[in-house]
Protein backbone atom coordinates (compact mmCIF):
# COMPACT_ATOMS: atom_id res chain seq x y z
CA UNK A 1 0.00 0.00 0.00
CA UNK A 2 1.11 3.76 -0.90
CA UNK A 3 1.98 5.97 1.93
CA UNK A 4 -0.75 7.62 3.66
CA UNK A 5 -1.42 11.06 3.31
CA UNK A 6 -2.72 13.46 5.67
CA UNK A 7 -6.23 13.09 4.72
CA UNK A 8 -5.51 9.72 5.66
CA UNK A 9 -4.50 10.42 8.98
CA UNK A 10 -7.45 9.23 11.07
CA UNK A 11 -5.45 8.38 13.73
CA UNK A 12 -3.86 11.26 16.15
CA UNK A 13 -1.03 9.93 18.21
CA UNK A 14 0.09 12.15 20.82
CA UNK A 15 3.38 11.70 21.87
CA UNK A 16 6.57 10.49 19.53
CA UNK A 17 7.98 7.64 21.79
CA UNK A 18 10.35 5.02 20.14
CA UNK A 19 7.52 2.73 22.42
CA UNK A 20 4.75 4.11 19.76
CA UNK A 21 6.75 3.95 16.67
CA UNK A 22 7.16 0.16 18.00
CA UNK A 23 4.13 -0.77 18.72
CA UNK A 24 1.00 1.16 17.76
CA UNK A 25 2.25 2.31 14.27
CA UNK A 26 3.82 -1.07 13.53
CA UNK A 27 0.25 -2.62 14.27
CA UNK A 28 -1.31 -0.12 11.92
CA UNK A 29 1.51 -0.81 9.58
CA UNK A 30 0.33 -4.44 9.43
CA UNK A 31 -3.10 -3.77 9.26
CA UNK A 32 -3.05 -1.44 6.06
CA UNK A 33 -0.37 -3.87 4.24
CA UNK A 34 -3.26 -6.46 4.59
CA UNK A 35 -5.84 -4.61 3.61
CA UNK A 36 -7.53 -3.66 7.01
CA UNK A 37 -7.50 -0.39 7.12
CA UNK A 38 -6.80 2.84 5.03
CA UNK A 39 -6.02 4.82 8.19
CA UNK A 40 -2.44 6.35 8.61
CA UNK A 41 -1.77 8.53 11.74
CA UNK A 42 -0.73 11.75 12.29
CA UNK A 43 2.03 12.27 15.21
CA UNK A 44 1.51 15.11 17.65
CA UNK A 45 4.72 16.18 19.72
CA UNK A 46 2.83 17.10 22.95
CA UNK A 47 6.22 18.49 25.33
CA UNK A 48 7.95 22.01 25.43
CA UNK A 49 11.62 19.65 25.35
CA UNK A 50 13.37 20.92 21.87
CA UNK A 51 14.79 17.53 22.05
CA UNK A 52 11.27 16.04 21.61
CA UNK A 53 10.81 18.76 18.92
CA UNK A 54 13.86 17.98 17.03
CA UNK A 55 12.85 14.37 17.19
CA UNK A 56 9.15 15.43 15.36
CA UNK A 57 11.26 17.19 13.38
CA UNK A 58 13.05 14.27 12.45
CA UNK A 59 9.88 12.27 12.23
CA UNK A 60 8.24 14.39 10.10
CA UNK A 61 10.91 14.03 7.56
CA UNK A 62 11.56 10.61 7.86
CA UNK A 63 7.98 8.88 7.70
CA UNK A 64 9.11 5.95 6.74
CA UNK A 65 11.38 4.22 9.22
CA UNK A 66 12.74 1.21 10.29
CA UNK A 67 12.01 -1.50 13.10
CA UNK A 68 14.07 -4.24 14.13
CA UNK A 69 12.48 -7.29 15.48
CA UNK A 70 15.27 -9.24 17.87
CA UNK A 71 14.74 -11.84 20.14
CA UNK A 72 13.10 -14.67 20.83
CA UNK A 73 8.86 -16.21 20.20
CA UNK A 74 7.78 -19.72 20.65
CA UNK A 75 11.06 -20.88 20.74
CA UNK A 76 12.69 -19.54 17.36
CA UNK A 77 15.43 -16.78 17.31
CA UNK A 78 14.25 -14.05 15.48
CA UNK A 79 16.21 -11.28 13.85
CA UNK A 80 14.48 -8.95 11.02
CA UNK A 81 14.19 -5.88 10.13
CA UNK A 82 10.97 -3.93 7.85
CA UNK A 83 9.54 -0.60 7.48
CA UNK A 84 7.24 1.21 8.71
CA UNK A 85 5.03 3.41 6.83
CA UNK A 86 1.75 3.85 8.66
CA UNK A 87 2.78 7.51 9.58
CA UNK A 88 1.72 10.81 7.07
CA UNK A 89 3.10 13.42 8.99
CA UNK A 90 4.06 15.17 12.62
CA UNK A 91 3.51 18.32 13.77
CA UNK A 92 4.58 19.81 17.05
CA UNK A 93 1.04 21.36 19.00
CA UNK A 94 3.43 24.30 20.56
CA UNK A 95 4.40 25.44 17.18
CA UNK A 96 1.87 24.39 14.87
CA UNK A 97 -1.67 24.11 16.85
CA UNK A 98 -3.68 25.20 14.10
CA UNK A 99 -2.91 22.81 11.25
CA UNK A 100 -3.39 20.01 14.33
CA UNK A 101 -6.69 21.73 14.88
CA UNK A 102 -8.16 21.60 11.54
CA UNK A 103 -7.07 18.26 11.35
CA UNK A 104 -8.57 16.94 14.23
CA UNK A 105 -11.56 18.79 13.50
CA UNK A 106 -11.79 17.16 9.78
CA UNK A 107 -9.95 13.94 9.50
CA UNK A 108 -9.74 12.36 13.36
CA UNK A 109 -11.27 9.09 14.43
CA UNK A 110 -8.97 7.65 16.89
CA UNK A 111 -6.84 8.98 19.60
CA UNK A 112 -3.92 7.31 20.78
CA UNK A 113 -2.02 8.44 23.40
CA UNK A 114 1.57 7.30 25.52
CA UNK A 115 2.57 10.66 27.55
CA UNK A 116 5.17 9.10 30.13
CA UNK A 117 4.56 9.24 33.57
CA UNK A 118 3.62 12.73 33.94
CA UNK A 119 1.18 12.93 31.10
CA UNK A 120 -2.29 12.83 33.40
CA UNK A 121 -1.00 15.57 35.28
CA UNK A 122 -2.89 18.78 35.03
CA UNK A 123 -1.90 21.44 37.93
CA UNK A 124 -2.72 24.91 37.05
CA UNK A 125 -3.97 24.07 33.49
CA UNK A 126 -6.56 25.59 31.51
CA UNK A 127 -8.06 24.13 28.00
CA UNK A 128 -9.04 28.26 27.57
CA UNK A 129 -5.20 28.52 27.15
CA UNK A 130 -3.62 29.48 23.26
CA UNK A 131 -1.92 25.86 23.71
CA UNK A 132 -2.90 23.63 26.92
CA UNK A 133 0.34 22.76 28.35
CA UNK A 134 -0.53 19.19 29.48
CA UNK A 135 -2.20 16.86 27.37
CA UNK A 136 -5.57 16.63 28.77
CA UNK A 137 -5.91 20.15 28.16
CA UNK A 138 -4.69 19.94 24.79
CA UNK A 139 -6.97 16.80 24.46
CA UNK A 140 -10.17 18.97 25.36
CA UNK A 141 -9.51 22.02 23.39
CA UNK A 142 -9.24 19.84 20.36
CA UNK A 143 -12.46 17.70 21.31
CA UNK A 144 -14.23 21.10 21.98
CA UNK A 145 -13.29 22.68 18.98
CA UNK A 146 -14.35 19.46 16.94
CA UNK A 147 -17.64 19.79 19.09
CA UNK A 148 -18.46 23.35 18.21
CA UNK A 149 -17.93 22.28 14.62
CA UNK A 150 -20.79 19.88 14.33
CA UNK A 151 -18.53 16.63 14.46
CA UNK A 152 -18.93 13.15 15.40
CA UNK A 153 -17.65 12.09 18.58
CA UNK A 154 -14.35 9.62 18.23
CA UNK A 155 -12.58 6.92 19.80
CA UNK A 156 -9.79 7.32 22.44
CA UNK A 157 -7.37 4.52 23.29
CA UNK A 158 -4.78 5.68 25.54
CA UNK A 159 -1.86 3.49 26.15
CA UNK A 160 -0.37 5.63 29.29
CA UNK A 161 0.64 2.90 31.87
CA UNK A 162 -2.21 4.08 34.03
CA UNK A 163 -5.25 1.52 35.30
CA UNK A 164 -8.08 1.97 34.04
CA UNK A 165 -6.54 4.85 31.66
CA UNK A 166 -9.29 5.36 29.63
CA UNK A 167 -11.84 6.24 32.31
CA UNK A 168 -9.11 8.27 33.95
CA UNK A 169 -8.81 10.50 30.96
CA UNK A 170 -12.43 11.11 30.28
CA UNK A 171 -12.28 11.88 33.91
CA UNK A 172 -9.50 14.58 33.46
CA UNK A 173 -11.07 15.97 29.93
CA UNK A 174 -14.89 16.01 31.75
CA UNK A 175 -13.55 17.98 34.92
CA UNK A 176 -11.87 20.44 32.64
CA UNK A 177 -14.57 21.15 30.37
CA UNK A 178 -16.72 21.38 33.47
CA UNK A 179 -14.79 24.16 34.50
CA UNK A 180 -13.67 25.80 31.50
CA UNK A 181 -17.04 25.69 29.52
CA UNK A 182 -19.38 25.25 31.39
CA UNK A 183 -21.18 23.80 28.54
CA UNK A 184 -24.19 20.74 29.39
CA UNK A 185 -24.04 19.80 25.68
CA UNK A 186 -20.27 19.66 25.37
CA UNK A 187 -20.18 17.41 28.49
CA UNK A 188 -22.99 15.06 27.12
CA UNK A 189 -21.24 15.13 23.96
CA UNK A 190 -17.90 13.52 25.62
CA UNK A 191 -19.50 11.02 27.47
CA UNK A 192 -21.77 9.59 24.60
CA UNK A 193 -20.59 10.31 21.45
CA UNK A 194 -17.03 10.00 22.43
CA UNK A 195 -15.67 6.24 23.43
CA UNK A 196 -13.03 6.14 26.03
CA UNK A 197 -11.29 2.68 26.16
CA UNK A 198 -9.33 0.60 28.85
CA UNK A 199 -6.07 -0.45 26.96
CA UNK A 200 -2.85 -2.32 28.34
CA UNK A 201 0.10 -2.37 26.42
CA UNK A 202 3.09 -4.44 26.55
CA UNK A 203 6.19 -4.79 24.22
CA UNK A 204 9.72 -4.02 24.71
CA UNK A 205 11.12 -1.41 22.82
CA UNK A 206 14.78 -1.44 23.60
CA UNK A 207 16.37 1.16 21.88
CA UNK A 208 16.05 3.74 19.02
CA UNK A 209 17.59 3.75 15.98
CA UNK A 210 18.65 7.46 14.44
CA UNK A 211 17.30 9.15 12.92
CA UNK A 212 14.16 8.09 13.43
CA UNK A 213 13.33 3.67 13.81
CA UNK A 214 13.34 1.33 17.14
CA UNK A 215 14.52 -2.20 18.05
CA UNK A 216 11.52 -3.90 19.49
CA UNK A 217 11.38 -7.49 21.20
CA UNK A 218 9.04 -10.38 18.98
CA UNK A 219 6.33 -10.47 22.13
CA UNK A 220 3.72 -7.70 21.79
CA UNK A 221 0.24 -7.15 23.03
CA UNK A 222 -2.42 -4.41 22.86
CA UNK A 223 -5.17 -5.70 25.10
CA UNK A 224 -8.50 -3.32 24.50
CA UNK A 225 -11.43 -3.59 26.94
CA UNK A 226 -14.10 -4.05 25.24
CA UNK A 227 -17.49 -1.87 25.33
CA UNK A 228 -20.53 -1.02 23.14
CA UNK A 229 -19.95 0.77 20.00
CA UNK A 230 -16.08 0.13 20.27
CA UNK A 231 -14.24 0.21 16.76
CA UNK A 232 -10.68 -0.49 16.60
CA UNK A 233 -7.82 1.29 14.73
CA UNK A 234 -6.02 -1.81 13.17
CA UNK A 235 -6.40 -5.53 12.83
CA UNK A 236 -3.63 -7.27 14.39
CA UNK A 237 -2.93 -10.93 16.06
CA UNK A 238 -1.40 -8.88 19.03
CA UNK A 239 -4.56 -6.41 18.76
CA UNK A 240 -7.00 -8.26 21.46
CA UNK A 241 -10.65 -6.65 21.72
CA UNK A 242 -11.19 -8.69 25.74
CA UNK A 243 -13.98 -8.56 27.79
CA UNK A 244 -12.21 -7.67 30.68
CA UNK A 245 -8.34 -6.38 31.22
CA UNK A 246 -8.35 -7.96 35.04
CA UNK A 247 -6.28 -10.71 33.94
CA UNK A 248 -3.85 -9.20 31.71
CA UNK A 249 -3.08 -6.68 34.72
CA UNK A 250 -2.85 -9.47 37.09
CA UNK A 251 -0.51 -11.72 34.56
CA UNK A 252 1.78 -8.76 33.73
CA UNK A 253 2.17 -7.17 37.22
CA UNK A 254 2.16 -10.33 39.23
CA UNK A 255 4.69 -12.28 36.69
CA UNK A 256 6.18 -10.47 34.72
CA UNK A 257 6.97 -7.41 37.21
CA UNK A 258 7.44 -10.10 39.83
CA UNK A 259 10.04 -12.20 38.18
CA UNK A 260 12.14 -8.65 37.23
CA UNK A 261 11.67 -7.72 40.94
CA UNK A 262 12.43 -10.80 42.16
CA UNK A 263 15.86 -10.92 40.08
CA UNK A 264 16.36 -7.76 41.42
CA UNK A 265 16.61 -8.81 45.05
CA UNK A 266 18.51 -12.01 43.64
CA UNK A 267 21.06 -9.42 42.75
CA UNK A 268 20.89 -7.31 45.50
CA UNK A 269 22.13 -10.64 47.58
CA UNK A 270 25.23 -11.24 45.65
CA UNK A 271 28.72 -9.61 47.43
CA UNK A 272 30.01 -8.70 44.04
CA UNK A 273 27.31 -8.96 41.43
CA UNK A 274 29.00 -10.53 38.25
CA UNK A 275 25.51 -10.46 36.65
CA UNK A 276 23.98 -7.04 35.02
CA UNK A 277 21.35 -7.98 32.53
CA UNK A 278 18.22 -9.77 32.89
CA UNK A 279 19.77 -12.20 30.34
CA UNK A 280 22.36 -13.03 31.75
CA UNK A 281 20.56 -14.16 34.69
CA UNK A 282 18.63 -16.45 32.73
CA UNK A 283 21.83 -17.76 31.10
CA UNK A 284 23.16 -19.29 35.00
CA UNK A 285 21.53 -22.43 35.55
CA UNK A 286 21.22 -21.45 39.65
CA UNK A 287 19.37 -17.84 38.78
CA UNK A 288 17.01 -19.52 36.27
CA UNK A 289 15.89 -22.11 38.26
CA UNK A 290 15.13 -20.08 41.36
CA UNK A 291 13.47 -17.70 39.40
CA UNK A 292 11.42 -20.61 38.00
CA UNK A 293 10.54 -21.97 41.67
CA UNK A 294 9.55 -18.69 42.97
CA UNK A 295 6.69 -18.80 39.69
CA UNK A 296 5.88 -22.15 40.29
CA UNK A 297 5.90 -22.79 43.70
CA UNK A 298 4.69 -19.79 45.35
CA UNK A 299 3.16 -17.18 42.66
CA UNK A 300 0.92 -19.71 39.91
CA UNK A 301 -0.55 -21.56 42.62
CA UNK A 302 -1.49 -18.48 44.43
CA UNK A 303 -3.07 -16.81 40.96
CA UNK A 304 -4.87 -19.66 40.34
CA UNK A 305 -7.53 -18.66 42.58
CA UNK A 306 -8.29 -16.15 40.40
CA UNK A 307 -6.78 -17.30 37.08
CA UNK A 308 -6.85 -20.31 34.70
CA UNK A 309 -3.62 -22.30 35.29
CA UNK A 310 -3.37 -23.09 31.66
CA UNK A 311 -3.19 -19.33 31.11
CA UNK A 312 -0.68 -18.70 34.18
CA UNK A 313 1.64 -21.11 32.97
CA UNK A 314 1.55 -20.15 29.15
CA UNK A 315 2.42 -16.57 30.06
CA UNK A 316 4.87 -17.68 32.64
CA UNK A 317 7.01 -19.55 29.68
CA UNK A 318 6.42 -16.13 27.27
CA UNK A 319 7.62 -14.30 30.20
CA UNK A 320 11.19 -16.55 30.73
CA UNK A 321 11.60 -16.60 27.37
CA UNK A 322 11.42 -12.89 26.56
CA UNK A 323 13.91 -12.42 29.26
CA UNK A 324 15.99 -14.52 28.17
CA UNK A 325 16.36 -12.58 24.89
CA UNK A 326 20.02 -12.93 23.54
CA UNK A 327 19.28 -9.22 22.18
CA UNK A 328 17.70 -6.77 25.24
CA UNK A 329 20.51 -5.30 27.15
CA UNK A 330 18.28 -5.10 30.44
CA UNK A 331 20.12 -3.61 33.61
CA UNK A 332 19.18 -5.12 36.73
CA UNK A 333 20.60 -1.99 38.18
CA UNK A 334 17.98 -0.43 36.15
CA UNK A 335 14.81 -2.54 37.12
CA UNK A 336 16.59 -1.40 40.74
CA UNK A 337 15.18 1.93 41.17
CA UNK A 338 12.04 2.25 43.81
CA UNK A 339 12.45 -1.45 44.51
CA UNK A 340 10.85 -1.18 47.92
CA UNK A 341 7.65 0.38 46.28
CA UNK A 342 7.63 -2.32 44.01
CA UNK A 343 8.42 -5.04 46.08
CA UNK A 344 5.32 -3.79 47.69
CA UNK A 345 2.96 -3.78 44.42
CA UNK A 346 4.34 -6.93 42.93
CA UNK A 347 4.94 -9.14 45.81
CA UNK A 348 3.27 -8.36 48.74
CA UNK A 349 -0.47 -8.81 47.34
CA UNK A 350 0.60 -12.26 46.45
CA UNK A 351 1.94 -12.69 49.29
CA UNK A 352 -1.62 -11.82 51.40
CA UNK A 353 -3.37 -13.81 48.58
CA UNK A 354 -1.29 -17.01 49.40
CA UNK A 355 -1.90 -16.67 53.04
CA UNK A 356 -5.46 -16.91 52.57
CA UNK A 357 -4.53 -20.07 50.44
CA UNK A 358 -1.98 -22.16 53.02
CA UNK A 359 0.84 -21.62 49.90
CA UNK A 360 3.91 -21.19 51.46
CA UNK A 361 5.73 -18.22 50.12
CA UNK A 362 9.21 -18.43 51.59
CA UNK A 363 11.69 -16.77 48.58
CA UNK A 364 8.86 -14.18 48.20
CA UNK A 365 8.70 -13.06 52.04
CA UNK A 366 12.89 -12.92 51.92
CA UNK A 367 12.51 -10.50 48.98
CA UNK A 368 9.94 -8.25 50.55
CA UNK A 369 11.84 -8.12 54.17
CA UNK A 370 15.33 -7.80 52.71
CA UNK A 371 14.05 -4.67 50.36
CA UNK A 372 12.06 -3.34 54.14
CA UNK A 373 15.30 -3.71 55.71
CA UNK A 374 17.27 -1.48 53.36
CA UNK A 375 15.07 0.73 53.73
CA UNK A 376 15.48 1.25 57.19
CA UNK A 377 19.02 1.32 57.16
CA UNK A 378 19.31 4.14 54.54
Not at 9 to 38: C, N
Not at 95 to 102: A, G
Not at 123 to 146: I, M, Q, W, Y
Request: with cysteine; hydrophobic share 40%.
Amino acid sequence: MTAPTLADAGIVQFGTSRFLLGHVAAFVHASREAGHTRDGILVVQTSPREAGKQKARDLDTHREYPLAIRGRRDGRDIDTRETITSVAGCLIADEQWEPLERHFVEHARFVVSNTGDSGYHVDDDSALAEVPKSFPGKLTKLLHARYSAGREGLTVLPCELVSRNGEQLQALVLELAQRDYADADFDTWLTTRCLWANTLVDRIVSAALEPVGAVAEPYALWAIEDQPGLELPCQHPDVQCVTSLAPYEMRKLHILNLAHTYLVHRWQREPQPRIRFVREAMDDPAWAEELRQVLDDEVLPTLAEHLERPSLEAYRDATLERFANPYLDHALQDIAQHHAMKCQRRLQPVVESARRRGVATPRLDDAISSAQSTTHSQ
